[in-house]
C-alpha cells in the first residue's frame, strides 16, 4: 500500500460509541449507493443527462463525474477540526497526535460545518491539485458548481464565503490534512474518471442550475442511505485493500440485498393494462380518457380541460402508468390544493399503485397524517435515532428528521399524494428544497385544480414548470374551470404557446413553441347539463329565517343539502342556528379544526355524501371551500354564498354528481347562489380580493335562471376574466380590479424575489410551507395545549422522540387566518418553530376554553376552532 494512501486512512468519517468508519470508506459507499441508483433507475439517468444537456454518447463520461463528485461529498472531513469530534477515534487512528497541537475551542469544534468547509478547501487548493495547466481557472469555475452541489448535502447548497478559515493547528497537522485531501482527491480520480478517459484536469461537464439541483438532491439521499449501517455497515480498515475493489464489493452487495427496493426508492412497473383497468368494471372510458392511448411518451407539459366528474384523473393516472412502463419517469407525485383533497385521492393512488407496480413492497403511498408507511422508511426513520459524534450533522439524522414529517416522505416513494405546497418549496429557499426537486424531476407530476392558485402560487408553479423542462420531466395539470390567461401564463413557463380560441374539452400536449389542443370526439363530448338557479342578496350574504326554512323542509324531505360558506365564521354560526331549529342531522366541515379531528370530519362527510354514501333520510353539511374541490361528493340540492364562476361551477360539480334516485321535488339540479346587498363584498371581498370578479358573476346570475354545461365553461368563465371593463360597470368595482391586479403583479414578483434567495432562508417545516407558499392564506399555526404544556389528549410532546413529535404536532395543529396575529392572538407565546401555543381548560365535556385578553376560543372536536369576544354561545 502506498504511503500516500495511509495519509487518508487516518480519518474517520462515521463514529458510534466505540465503533467507525473510515472516511474514504463512507465515501466510497455513497459513490457505491449512486452507482447502483444511477444504473437501476432509467428515469434518474434521463434526468440528469437533459439537465446537463448531453448526447447519449456522453453518459459515461457524466456517470464517472458523478461518481467522483460523490465521493467528494465530505471532503471537509479531511480536517483536524472535524476529528476532533472524537478525539478518541482521532488518536486510535493516528497515535502520535497530541490534543496540545490544536487551538480550537469545543465550540468551534462542536460547530465545524464540514460540507461549507469541504467546499472552500477544494476551491482553495483545486488549483494546485491540476498541476502546471493553462486553463487552471477554467477547470475550477467548471467545479465550482459540481463541489456546491455535493458538499451542501446536509440543507444548502455551498457558496465560496468569507467566514473560512484555516484550523489553529500546528503545521504540521494542517499540512497533513492538506496532503491527505490531495491524495484523496488523485485515487478517487483514478477510480473513477480514469476508466473514461478523464482525468482531473480533463473539463468538467458543465453544470448549469438545473443539473445542481438535481445533483444535490441525488447525493442527499445516497448520502443518507450510504449513512445507514444496515444497508452499509461499518467495516475494519484494510489499508493493503484495494479501493477499486471495496467499492465494487459494496456495490454489488447492496445491488443484491435489494436496499433501493428495500427503503421503498425504486419500484418495477407493471405493463400497461389501458385505462379500463382504472375503471369499476361496469365503466368504459370517456371524455379525455378515449384520447390517452395517443398521448406522447416523451418528456412534456399535459394540460387537460374538462368538466368536474368527467374522469381526468383516471386520465391522468393512465397516462402515468404508460410513462411508468416507457420508463420515462419511476413515480408519480400527486399534488392537491387542500389537505382534505390529499386524503380524498388516497384511495384511488393506493388502488393504482397495486396495478401499475408490482411486488409488495414497492408500490408506496406517502401523505400527510398518514400514520402508516413503508417499511424501508421506518428502517431510515430509526437509524437516525441513534446518537453520534457528529450530533445533528449525521446525515441519517438529518434524514430521519426530515422523514419524521410525514408530509415531505411523498417525494422518495413511487407514488405521493401531497398539497401542491409541498411541490411548491421545491423551489424556495428552504433546506433540501433540492431534494424535493430531484423526487419531482424523475416523477411525472401531477397537479389537479391548477386554477384553484392565486399569482403568487402560480408565480412558484411556473418556477416548478421550468426547472421540471429543464430536467427533462413530465407535468400533467388538471382543471375544469382554466381561464385562458391563466392557461397561456403556464404553457409559456414551458416555453410554448397556446392559440386564443380552445374547444372544450381540450388536451394540450405540449413540447415547446406553437401548440394546437386536441378534443374528444363528437360522440364523447360532455352531456349537456342545466341547473337552475336562484340570486338572493342577502345581509352579509347569509341565509334568512326563509332560507332556513327551506333548508330544513328540503331534509325533513329526504334531501342531501350542501350550504357552502366563504368563511368559517358564519358556517359555525350556521350549523348553530339549524341545529336549534331542527333535529335533522346537520354536519360542520372546514378548514379550522386540529388535522386529526379534520381527518375525522372529512371521512364522516364522505361517508353521509359521498359516492357510495347510504341516503336513508335527509340531512345537511355546512361546509367551507373544502369541499368544492376533487372531493367526490354528490348533493340534491346546494345553497352557497357568492364567489369567483370557476369556483362556483366547481361547486356545482357536487351537485347531481351522480346518477341516482333523488328525493321527490329535487329531481333536477338546482342552486341558490347568496350574495351581499349593494356592492360592497365585504369579507368575500377580503377572501378572494377580485371584486370585478364577483360582481361579473352575481351579474350573469342575474341575468339568467339556469346554466347551461358545458357551454359555460368558455362562455362564463371567459368573459368574466376579460380585462376589458363591462357596460355598467360600477367605478368602485373597477378601482378595485385594478388595485388587485398591482397587488397580484407584486405578488407574482415576490414569488420570483423569494425564489432567489439563498437556501436557509427558512426552515423545512410546516410554518415555512404555510407562509411561504400561500400569499397569507391561512399562514398562522396554532397548538392548542393544556395549560401544563401537554397536548388536549395529555400527551406530551416533550418525552416524544423526533418522529412521534413531528407526527403529533401534524395532527394537533389548527391553521388560522393571518389577521389573527395582530387581534386574537396577540400576547399569544410562540414556540421555536413560530407555532402559537394556546392554553386551554376544559369547559364542559369535549370543550376546551381559552381567554387571551378580551378575546375566548374554544375547541371542540366537532366544531373545531371558535373564536369571539367577551363570551361565545353555548356548545352546540
Request: charged fraction near 25%; charge should be negative.
Amino acid at each position: 500500500m502506498a504511503s500516500t494512501q495511509d495519509r487518508f486512512f487516518r480519518y474517520w468519517g462515521k463514529t458510534h460509541g466505540d465503533d467507525y468508519h473510515l472516511l474514504v470508506y463512507h465515501a466510497l459507499d455513497v459513490a457505491a449507493v449512486g452507482m447502483v441508483w444511477w444504473d437501476a433507475c432509467p428515469a434518474i439517468r434521463r434526468a440528469l443527462a437533459q439537465a446537463f444537456h448531453i448526447a447519449a454518447s456522453e453518459t459515461g463520461q457524466l456517470r464517472a463525474w458523478m461518481l467522483f463528485f460523490l465521493a467528494l461529498h465530505d471532503l471537509g472531513k479531511l480536517d483536524v477540526r472535524f476529528q476532533l469530534k472524537a478525539p478518541d477515534t482521532l488518536r486510535r487512528l493516528w497515535p502520535q497526535f497530541s490534543l496540545d497541537d490544536v487551538d480550537e475551542s469545543k465550540g468551534t469544534i462542536g460547530s465545524f460545518d464540514h460540507g461549507a468547509s469541504g467546499f472552500d478547501w477544494a476551491i482553495r487548493e483545486c488549483i494546485d491539485w491540476f498541476g502546471e495547466v493553462e486553463n487552471a481557472k477554467t477547470l475550477e469555475d467548471c467545479w465550482q458548481r459540481w463541489l456546491a452541489a455535493v458538499t451542501g448535502h446536509h440543507g444548502d447548497i455551498a457558496s465560496h464565503g468569507s467566514s473560512f478559515r484555516a484550523p489553529a493547528a500546528e503545521d504540521e497537522i494542517v499540512e497533513q490534512d492538506r496532503q491527505a485531501r490531495r491524495d484523496f482527491i488523485d485515487a478517487v480520480a483514478d477510480l473513477f474518471l480514469k476508466p473514461e478517459g478523464l482525468g482531473l484536469t480533463s473539463p468538467a461537464l458543465t453544470c448549469e442550475t438545473a443539473a445542481q439541483h438535481l445533483l444535490a438532491g441525488f447525493c442527499s439521499v445516497c448520502d443518507w442511505i450510504g449513512s445507514n449501517t444496515d444497508a452499509m455497515p461499518y467495516v475494519t480498515p484494510d489499508p493493503t485493500g484495494s479501493l477499486a475493489d471495496y467499492v465494487n464489493e459494496r456495490a454489488r452487495e447492496f445491488r443484491d440485498g435489494r436496499w433501493l427496493q428495500r427503503f421503498g426508492l425504486i419500484g418495477s412497473a407493471r405493463a400497461y393494462q389501458g385505462v379500463s383497468a382504472l375503471l369499476k368494471p361496469e365503466e368504459t372510458p370517456r371524455g379525455v380518457q378515449v384520447l390517452v392511448e395517443g398521448w406522447p411518451l416523451a418528456p412534456g407539459l399535459t394540460l387537460i380541460e374538462a368538466p368536474t366528474g368527467s374522469g381526468k384523473t383516471e386520465a391522468a393516472l393512465a397516462y402515468a402508468w404508460r410513462l411508468l412502463e416507457s420508463e420515462t419517469v419511476d413515480s408519480v407525485v400527486f399534488a392537491l390544493p387542500t389537505q382534505a383533497t390529499a386524503n380524498a385521492m388516497l384511495a384511488r393512488a393506493e388502488a393504482f399503485a397495486a396495478k401499475a407496480f408490482a411486488g409488495d413492497a414497492t408500490h408506496i403511498v406517502l401523505a400527510h397524517g398518514k400514520r402508516w408507511f413503508h417499511p424501508g422508511f421506518k428502517q431510515l426513520l430509526a437509524a437516525g435515532q441513534r446518537p453520534t459524534a457528529q450530533g445533528n450533522q449525521e446525515a441519517t439524522r438529518q434524514c430521519a428528521t426530515w422523514l419524521a414529517q410525514s408530509r415531505k416522505r411523498v417525494f422518495l416513494g413511487q407514488v405521493g399524494i401531497c398539497t401542491v405546497d409541498q411541490v411548491l418549496l421545491s423551489v424556495l429557499p428552504v433546506r433540501h428544497q433540492f431534494v424535493r426537486g430531484f423526487g419531482i424531476g424523475k416523477s411525472v407530476l401531477i397537479v389537479d385544480e391548477v386554477h384553484a392558485y392565486d399569482r403568487y402560487m402560480h408565480g412558484l408553479l411556473a418556477e416548478v414548470l421550468r426547472r421540471q423542462k429543464a430536467a427533462g420531466g413530465n407535468v400533467v395539470l388538471l382543471s375544469a374551470t382554466l381561464p385562458s390567461g391563466v392557461r397561456d401564463r403556464l404553457l409559456e413557463a414551458w416555453q410554448a404557446t397556446g392559440s386564443e380560441q380552445a374547444p372544450y374539452p381540450a388536451v394540450w400536449c405540449a413540447m415547446s413553441g406553437a401548440v394546437t389542443p386536441s378534443t374528444v370526439p363528437d360522440e364523447q363530448r360532455p352531456p349537456r347539463r342545466e341547473v337552475a338557479t336562484e340570486l338572493f342578496k342577502l345581509p352579509g350574504a347569509f341565509p334568512d329565517d326563509a332560507l332556513l326554512d327551506r333548508l330544513i323542509a328540503a331534509g325533513q324531505a329526504g334531501a342531501r343539502v350542501a350550504v357552502i360558506l366563504n368563511l368559517v365564521d358564519d358556517a359555525q354560526r350556521l350549523a348553530r342556528l339549524l341545529r336549534e331549529r331542527t333535529a335533522l342531522p346537520v354536519d360542520l366541515f372546514h378548514a379550522r379544526y386540529r388535522f386529526g379531528d379534520r381527518q375525522r370530519q372529512e371521512a364522516a362527510t364522505l361517508e353521509h355524501y359521498g359516492r357510495k354514501a347510504t341516503r336513508e333520510g335527509g340531512r345537511i353539511l355546512v361546509a367551507t371551500q373544502v369541499v368544492e374541490q376533487s372531493l367526490d361528493l354528490d348533493f340534491d340540492w346546494l345553497v352557497t354564498q357568492i364567489c369567483p364562476v370557476d369556483l362556483l361551477f366547481q361547486r356545482l360539480g357536487r351537485l347531481h354528481r351522480h346518477q341516482r334516485c333523488r328525493p321527490l321535488g329535487f329531481d333536477s339540479p338546482r342552486c341558490v347562489v347568496l350574495s351581499v346587498e349593494g356592492d360592497d363584498y365585504g369579507a368575500h371581498k377580503l377572501i378572494y380580493g377580485n371584486t370585478r370578479v364577483l360582481w361579473r358573476t352575481e351579474r350573469l346570475l342575474a341575468q339568467t335562471d339556469r346554466i347551461e354545461f358545458p357551454d359555460a365553461y368558455r362562455g362564463w368563465i371567459e368573459p368574466v376574466y376579460r380585462e376589458d371593463d363591462w357596460d355598467g360597470e360600477p367605478e368602485a368595482v373597477s378601482d378595485d380590479y385594478w388595485k388587485f391586479h398591482c397587488e397580484q403583479g407584486a405578488a407574482e414578483k415576490a414569488a420570483k424575489e423569494m425564489i432567489s434567495l439563498r437556501r436557509k432562508q427558512y426552515a423545512d417545516d410546516d410554518v415555512s410551507i404555510a407562509v411561504n407558499t400561500r400569499d397569507g392564506e391561512m399562514s398562522l399555526t396554532v397548538l392548542p395545549v393544556r395549560t401544563d404544556g401537554r397536548l388536549l389528549d395529555g400527551s406530551n410532546i416533550d418525552a416524544m422522540d423526533d418522529g412521534q413529535r413531528a407526527e403529533a404536532l401534524n395532527l394537533n395543529t389548527v391553521p388560522v387566518p393571518y389577521s389573527w396575529r395582530r387581534s386574537a392572538l396577540s400576547g399569544c407565546p410562540q414556540d421555536d418553530e413560530d407555532r402559537y401555543r394556546l392554553a386551554f381548560v376544559a369547559d364542559t365535556v369535549g370543550a376546551w376554553v381559552s381567554r387571551l385578553g378580551k378575546h375566548v376560543f374554544r375547541y371542540t372536536e366537532d366544531v373545531g376552532l371558535e373564536r369571539g369576544v367577551g363570551d361565545l354561545p353555548p356548545t352546540l
